[in-house]
Structure formats: structure tokens, C-alpha cells
């Protein structure tokens, strides 16, 4: 066992007066332990003097101070100690690493760690700890900024310092390693750049220097720590190259600032909108009664933990009176109560009454300049800077507010004023009767409203008078047709962006190369594309199905065929020896022309002829004729079964090609004005063309009559096809039909997008948030929103149905007109046949009437 106890420092103190006649809860702890590690090795020649200092201080702070309990000492000289059980606190002295070696080996045993260490060593958990740091003189520099840094103050990835001659070489490497040295523990790199700024710069110098700095490849934080001159130069520079932006962030760290010479407002004149400037400066103060150094630390901390010892013992002292032993057994505060008790009551004590190193200061300023040009509440408003914090080496940074304050919270609940008008479904504006904006919603105004929520602010809307918005009585929430929406912005809503009466366009506008010469457009809310709407094509009538599985020649020439046959049959069935020779009966079944024609088209019917040539040479014929019967039979059978399970539908229009080459029977329209009138204008594509010359213009706005065109299919209407979607949807709800289906080709993509003010520094960032709502898909959720809801016109919205037909009476009741016809010929025929026979008997009477006689 190495440990070395100091006997002498175990001292216990009486207990005082108040308490000392009355008997104490049994169970009540008035006896703390702590354990007091100094460091022989870190202090070497110092370590006497420390180790008295303690010792003074902790017999004057048991008499003094401790008047309800006492402390038990464990005093160490090394770091390596066994840790016991019932410590409550340890006090320490030593080196960085070892208090962070002392600090992992206790952790477990929940203790209130009190450290004193070397300077630039990154602070023990605040909610565990007190860690003092003992920071030189006008060194405090690297401690400061390690502290910033592990609190989470600035948390950079990247960095670039840009320095000069104030900065010594030494204190370069002690900045370096304070801003990349890691948090014990925590991971986490950074890639720094370093920039010297070689002593008397002229300003030209100085401007090229700056202009080497390119944010894309050294990334977004800079920390100048330079003299207050150069500082203001720098800031000049930096602005006009443009290196401060939204995104950007400068922590100018004005290392040469003293008592008499630290104004720092003077730098609100180079702050300008949008910019994330932060001011770190020396605000020490020269003082006769500022205490400091190593005695004044140990001294402050112990009596700080004696303090809030005593009132941690008085608290549960009085509460162990007012209770029951076995009460109290249950709500006696735990060990990390106790702790969490002690270090609270000591924050509170030091940084109240910390005088220690209480004089060397720095205080942090921000420039609040976000949203300040458009507050029309201040007339003259500028950027100005505001305090947000302060640094001391005993507490550490003590922030009031963030040291960005912009890159933190936006634009920290500012007004912005936002331009708009009536204009559904990209925004849906509702007024009262006295003209004032009630509600308003749509997609833009959805995406306005994330915004004011992702960059903190409010928005005021104004609202533009256009001559199509009839205020109060609309109520529409759609793409009107009849909508003289023509993307033509009005001109004195560009001027009040282009002037920065307002901060953003809240509307959707069509981003065009003659505007974007005058204002600046966020990315694309969403890209329209063109197409058209036409009639849905009608089925046929299926009256004559049956004739339709071969065209109208093919029938002609199997109508020939049978008539040409019959003769044919005839002749060689008449000129064959065969029946003189072997002395057949040549009558009755072949022997007359029109028999033959039924023989065939009997034939041709599958149904046989009573007879059958007997001479070969005409059976060859008939052989033959049977041949193209087969062909013809199965090829129309197949056919017929095809026709009668698909239906058949008039060809359709599903692209531009197509709509051209029924440009005969066909006529089609487009808002005049719209983006796509502009694109076909310009385009070299000779369909185009012709789509922009053979328009119809619209001289009426017989809306109604051209939607009867259209659905009569004379008339094609080319649009948005978002638009076109509405249109459908509601010719769907007049009629519950579906009318209507889109072209299959889409074409001329138009942007739709928010509109800025040229210089307005806000650009990167409002698009950084609308790709945000992009890759989520919000943008496109909200869009869906607005659009009409899907209803069975939907699913097939481009095409007609291809879906298998159930054979009905529609598809056979051609043949049984055939049959119809067969009969009503056949009753004809008869009628001939009497009124023929009644003749032949009259003209044959005379002739007969001599054999009568
Ligand atoms: C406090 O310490 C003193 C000295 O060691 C001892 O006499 C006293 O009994 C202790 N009190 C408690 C409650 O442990
Ligand atoms: C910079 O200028 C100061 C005074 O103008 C002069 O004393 C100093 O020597 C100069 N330093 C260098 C490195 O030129
Ligand atoms: C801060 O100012 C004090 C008093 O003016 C001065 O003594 C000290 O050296 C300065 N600190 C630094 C880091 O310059
Ligand atoms: C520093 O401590 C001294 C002595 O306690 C006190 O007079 C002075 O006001 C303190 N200064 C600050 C800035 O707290
Ligand atoms: C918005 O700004 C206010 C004022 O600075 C701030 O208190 C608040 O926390 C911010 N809100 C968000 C979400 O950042
Ligand atoms: C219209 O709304 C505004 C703002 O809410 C209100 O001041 C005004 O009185 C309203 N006018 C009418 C006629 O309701
Ligand atoms: C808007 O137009 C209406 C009538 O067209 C007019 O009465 C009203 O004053 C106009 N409002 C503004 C702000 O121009
Ligand atoms: C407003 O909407 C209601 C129901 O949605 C409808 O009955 C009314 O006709 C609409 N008014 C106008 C002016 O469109
Ligand atoms: C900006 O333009 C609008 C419209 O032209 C005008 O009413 C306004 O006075 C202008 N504002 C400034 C500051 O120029
Ligand atoms: C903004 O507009 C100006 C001209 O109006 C142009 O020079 C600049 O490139 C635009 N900025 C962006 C980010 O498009």
C-alpha cells in the first residue's frame, strides 16, 4: 500500500454551537470526506506552499464556516489513489492529463470534483466538476478558445485563421491546439487553414491577401485574430470581396484591445444584412484589488465547497428533524443528489462572489443584422452589435446569448414584409370586405410559412391589386380555366422587390430570362410541363363487326369470286365428255348456271352441295374452290373471335404528331401569352410551328362552348398538365363522365419560383431550405393537396381502357340484321317469283288452248 497519508491533516470538527446540545437523527451524516490530491510532480518546488495553503485553509473554513458538520481529510500527494467509498468530494492539483486521469478513475463513485489545473486544458463536465484553470496573465487566449469550443459555442469542421504579428509563434501553436486539440473523448476534427498577415501590410496588400480566400475550398468559419486596425480593414475587404454572406461566419478576435481602447461599436458601420460577425475582445480591467493566482483559487474553492456543505447539512438537517428515522431513511437525498446540491450551491457561489482572476475579462459582441433593413418600425435602422457574452478563467464562458446569433436562430423572429396576390392553388389569398388579407394558404404560402418556421421569422403579407381578383367573393381554390393568369407580372410587384420594399416575392412566377435580368429567383418550387387535353375516343359502333374482320376489297373479291365461279363450274362441267361416254344423265343438280353459284356459295359456307360433279375435271375445280374456302373460314373465324373481345375505338391523339395530322378535323388553343406561346415562338422544331400558327385564338370566352368542342372532340386544349387535371376533374363532377383524357407527351418544362431582390444576401440560404422541402417531399405533399383527388377517371386519365369486352347483342346484331335482310329478300324474291310465274302462265295460254279444244 503506497498511499501516503498526511496524518496532521485529519481534523474533525467539533460541532458548533446551535446544534451542539441537540441529539442529531442517528442516521444523518454531518461528516463529509474528501479527498485532497497535490500533485508533487506537477507543483515540484510549489508543493509545500500548497499543500500549507490547504491545510490553513481548511482548519480556518472548519471553524469558520462549517458550523453544522465537519470534514474528513484524505490528503495524497500522487494521483494514482484508491479510491474510497464514502468520499464525497475530491480536490485537486495537478496536470491536464492527470485530472482527467483522476476524473475517469473517481467517475464511477459520483464525487464533486475540484480541480485546479495548467492552463489550456479542456474543462472536467460542468454538471460533475469545477475545473480552474490557472491561465497566465494576458495568456488567456487559448484557453478561451478551447473553452468556446468545448462548450459548443462555435463548432466548426473547418476553420481558417487568419493572424498577424500580436500573435506570437508560441501562441500560434497553443491556439492551434486549443481549436483542434480533442474534447477528451469526444472525436471530432478539424481541418485548419492558417494565414499570416505579415506586419505592415499596405491596403492594396491586404486586399490581395484576402481575395486568395475562396470559401468553396476553405470552407465557412474564419477567426481573424488581429489587431483592432487591421480588424477594421479586414472587415472593409472582406465585405466588398464578398466573403461575409449568410452562410459565412467570422469571429474577429481583437487580440490588442486593453481597458482604454476597446470600442467596438465602432465596427457597426462595416456590418451589413445578412452578415455572421462575432467580436471576442480583452475587456480586463486594471484594478488595485484584483486578486489572482494559484492561493487565491485553492482558497476560493474550498471555501465555496464549505459552504455549500454547511447548507446542504443544515437543509437535511432540518428536514431529518421534521421527520421520522425510518421516513427520513426513505427521502434522504442520494449521493448524486447531494453532489448535484453541492455544485449548484458552488456555481452559484462563485460566480457571485468569485473574485479571483475576476478582473481579466473578455467580453464577446455580435452584429445583430439579419431582417434589420426591411424593419419598418425604426426608421433609420442599421446593423448594430449587441453583448452576448463574457469570458472569465474561473467560470468559463457565461453566455447571455449565442455567439452567432443568426446562424443560431435565423432571423430571430423579425417582420419580414412579403409581396403577393390572389393567384390559387400557388397562393389562395381570402379577404374581408375592407380588402384585408384573412386567410391565406396554398402551395407558396405553405412553403413561406415553412420557411418563417426553419429561418424564424413572422411575415406581413401585402397584396397587389390585379385587375382578374375579385376580392371577397372568390372562393376558388383551383386553376381557373377562364383565369387571365398570364404569368405577366405587374410591374410595380418586381419594383418592390427590386427596391427591397419587401424581402421576398411570395409568389409563384415563371422564371424568364428578361426577369431574372432584374431579380434574382429562388430554386424551382415546381416545374410545369405541357401537355394537351382531348375528347376521349369513342368506341365504335359494333353494328358491323361482322364484316369487319376483312376489309372492303377482300370482300368485293370473294363476292366476285363466287359469282365468277358458278359460270366457271358451269362451263367445264358442262363441256366434259365424261358424262356422253359413260352416259350420265346430264340434268338437274350442275346442269344450270344459277345452281352452280349456290354450289359455291353453299360451298363457300361449309354446308356442301347436294351434289358433286362426276367428272374429274370439274371436281379439280371444286377441289380448288374448297382450298380458299378453308383459308378464308378459318382466317375470318379467327378475325371475327379478335374483333369481338377487344373493342374498338376511333384512333387516338396522344401526341403532338398526331394532333397535326388531324389538324384537318381538329382545332387547338393555348392561353395567349402563357410561357408556351413564347417557347413555340422561339423554338426551330417545324411541329412547333405549326402548332403556333394553326392555333385557334380564343376571341370570345365562351368557355362553355369551347368545352363542348372539346368534348365533341373538335377541339384540343394545350396547357399545364396540372391544369388541364382540374379541367377534367371538373367535367368529371358536371357530367360523371370521363370525357376527357391528357396527350401522352409532355413538353416545354416552365419553372415556377419565389422572387428576390438582386443583392439580397438571403438567396443561398432560402434555397438551401426550399431543396430541403424538396428532398423531403413536403413540396410535392403540399402539391398533391391542391391538385384534385383521384376518382376513377384517374387511373386511366392518358389512354383509353384496352380491357377485355364481354361478346353482347351490340356485336351480333349485324348478322342478325344480315338474316333480317336474307328474309325480307327472300319474301321479295317470292313476290317476283308469283308476279313472274302469273305472267309466263298469260303468255303461254294461247299457245296451250289449241290442244284443249
Ligand atoms: C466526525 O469526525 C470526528 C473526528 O473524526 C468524529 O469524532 C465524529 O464522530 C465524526 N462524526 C460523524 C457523525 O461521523
Ligand atoms: C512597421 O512599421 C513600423 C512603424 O511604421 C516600424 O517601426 C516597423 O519596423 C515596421 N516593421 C516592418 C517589419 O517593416
Ligand atoms: C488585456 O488587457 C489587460 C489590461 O489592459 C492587459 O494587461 C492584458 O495583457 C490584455 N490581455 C491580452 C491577451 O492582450
Ligand atoms: C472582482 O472582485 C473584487 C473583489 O471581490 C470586486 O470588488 C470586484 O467588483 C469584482 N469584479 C468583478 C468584475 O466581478
Ligand atoms: C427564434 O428567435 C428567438 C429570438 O432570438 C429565439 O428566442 C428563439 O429560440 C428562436 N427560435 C428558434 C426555433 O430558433
Ligand atoms: C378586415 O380585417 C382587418 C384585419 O384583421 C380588420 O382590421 C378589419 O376591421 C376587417 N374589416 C372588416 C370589415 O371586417
Ligand atoms: C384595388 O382595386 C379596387 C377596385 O379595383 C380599388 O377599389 C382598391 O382601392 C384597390 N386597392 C389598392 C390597394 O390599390
Ligand atoms: C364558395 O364555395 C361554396 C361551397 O364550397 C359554394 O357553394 C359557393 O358557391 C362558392 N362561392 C363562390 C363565389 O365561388
Ligand atoms: C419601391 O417601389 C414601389 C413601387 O414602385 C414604390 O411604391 C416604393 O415607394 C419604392 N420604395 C423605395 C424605397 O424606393
Ligand atoms: C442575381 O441577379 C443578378 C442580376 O440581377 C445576377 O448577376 C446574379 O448572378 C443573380 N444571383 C443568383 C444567385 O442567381
Redesign the pocket.
Known sequence: MVSKRIGALLL?LALCDPVKNETFPSLL???ASIAVVVDRKFLVEDYEDARNEIEEYLVYAKREILKHG?V?VYPYSWTSINVRKDLTAIFSITSCYDTWKLFRLTQKEELVHLAITESDCPRLPSDTAITIPLVDKGQELPQMLLDLRSEGIYNWKTLVIIYDATLDEDMVTRVIKAVTQRKYGDVKATGITLMKLEPNLSRTELRDFLSTINPKVLGNNYMCIVSYHLAGNIMEYAKTLQLTSTINQWMYVISDTNDNFKDIEAFESQLKEGDNIAFLYNSTFKSSNCKEGRKCHIEELLQAFARALDQAIQDEYETANQVSEEEWEAIRPTKPERRDFLLKNMNHYLFKNGACDNCTNWAMKTGETWGVEYDTSDQRAEPKVVPVGSWRPGDGPVMTDELFLHTAHGFRGKLLPMITFHNPPWQILKFNSSGEVIESSGLILDIVKELSRNLNFTFRLETLNKTSFNSGTSNSTSFDVDSDFTNQVPKALIDMIKNKTVALGACAVTVTEDLEKVVNFTVPITVLSYTFLVARPKELSRALLFISPFTMDTWLCLAAAIVSMGPLLYFIHRHSPVYEYKGYPMKGGLASIQNCIWYMYGALLQQGGMHLPYADSARILVGGWWLVVLVMSTTYCGNLVAFLTFPKVDIPITTLDELIAHKDTVSWSFREGSFLEKELAISNEPRYKTILERRLKHTSTDNEGLIRSMVEGKHVYIDWKQKLTFIMKRQFLKTDRCDFVLGLEEFFAEKLALMISPDSPYLPKINDEIKKLHQVGLIQKWLQDYLPKRDRCWKNRHLIEVKNHTVNLDDMQGSFFVLFLGFVLSLVWLLLEKLWHGQFSKRNKPAIQPFNH
Request: hydrophobic share 15%; net charge neutral; glycine share 16%.
Open positions: 474533525v451524516t454531518t461528516n465537519g474528513n
